[in-house]
């Protein structure tokens, strides 16, 4: 389940488990101080199996592999930054390959190579009651309850670019496709996206607090095999943020 390294201090390099940090990696904060709050770990999700996370050296960059087997779970970092310190964030991302039989529009087969996942808190009143009975059960399972709004930036193999996904199970995950099909695998690809027009964009409302920002690749859905690359996810505060008019 490991590919190999590109160099031998990363041949190494631990399996990432539950609650692991993304050690040796940029994505690890610089210092001490800051680590407790900034650090990447590796979040399960009951009754699936585990995708395999692990620092890596690639193509001359610092990354994050990951390799899915009929898996899903995350890399997660916890963050706290209010609506006006809301800025760009910045990703980029290698995928050999497609997932042949996956479609972002139906819950049996909703899979995607790479994802960049942002968790919103927002006025969970305003829940339906199919969500609030979501949320009191992902408390339950996982001990968080679910998020307000959750936006992912996904590969789609047949959905337009910037076209936005409403998930089949609940309508508080979006997904904002921002690749589309098979003409960019094999290439580093780099995004800069404005978070609060794209949190508009997809729920036509300003967003709350980010919460949280991860990268997941799953192939659950649709019991298949998939492998990625992430650089590091880093967002941007900009001025104003999201306290600017609608």
């Not at 994505?27 to 009951?46: G, I, K, L, M």
């Not at 936005?164 to 995004?191: C, F, H, M, Q």
């Not at 998939?226 to 900009?238: D, I, L, T």
Request: hydrophobic share 40%.
């Amino acid at each position: 389940m490991c590919l190999a390294a590109a160099l031998s201090a990363c041949a190494i390099a631990p399996q990432l488990r539950e609650g692991d940090e993304v050690a040796a990696s940029p994505w690890a904060s610089a210092s001490d101080a800051q680590r407790a709050e900034s650090a990447w770990a590796h979040q399960t999700f009951p009754g699936k199996r585990a995708s395999h996370y692990r620092p890596q050296r690639k193509d001359g960059r610092d990354t994050v592999m990951v390799r899915a087997s009929s898996s899903a779970s995350m890399v997660r970092r916890r963050v706290r930054i209010e609506p006006g310190e809301l800025g760009r964030l910045r990703f980029s991302w290698l995928v050999p390959e497609v997932i042949a039989s996956a479609d972002m529009t139906r819950h049996d087969r909703e899979d995607s190579p790479v994802r960049v996942v942002l968790a919103f808190d927002g006025d969970r009143s305003k829940f339906s009651a199919k969500d609030a009975m979501k949320s009191e059960l992902a408390e339950t399972l996982t001990g968080e309850p679910m998020p307000y709004a959750t936006l992912m930036y996904v590969w789609s193999n047949d959905q337009a670019a910037e076209s936005v996904l409403v998930n089949p199970r609940t309508s508080r995950i979006r997904k904002l496709v921002v690749e589309r099909g098979a003409d960019n695998v094999g290439r580093w690809l780099s995004y800069e996206r404005d978070v609060c027009a794209d949190f508009r964009k997809a729920f036509g409302e300003s967003p709350g607090r980010l919460l949280s920002i991860a990268i997941m690749t799953d192939t659950d859905n649709t019991r298949s095999e998939a492998k990625a690359w992430y650089g590091p996810v880093r967002h941007v505060p900009a001025a104003g943020g999201c306290l600017t008019a609608e």
